[in-house]
């Protein structure tokens, strides 16, 4: 799994995330949204789970990324 996430660009990392991971940019992201459903407990229908792991798959990978870069190998 670390060498798939050594592959990824860190730019390309970051650009996913701010794009995929926040569009639509208004009235709120999406990614956003989904989040508040979920604290809020409404978040049943199936296309908002969707939704929610869409959007939230390229700040995943940011963040898994980040993760193994500060972690010693081994």
């Known amino acids: 799994m670390r060498a798939l996430l050594d592959q990824v660009p860190w730019s390309v990392a970051v650009i ?3 794009t995929l991971g926040l569009a639509p940019f208004t009235p709120d992201p999406h990614l ?3 989040l508040r459903m979920l604290g809020a407990g409404t978040l049943t229908r199936p296309i908002d789970i969707l939704d929610l792991a869409l959007h939230g798959a390229p700040w995943v990978l940011l963040m898994a990324k980040g ?3 500060v972690r ?3």
Request: aromatic share 8%; proline share 8%; charged share 25%.
């Open 16 to 18: 996913l995330a701010l």
């Open 32 to 34: 956003v949204e989904k």
């Open 67 to 69: 993760w193994t870069a």
């Open 72 to 74: 010693p190998k081994g």
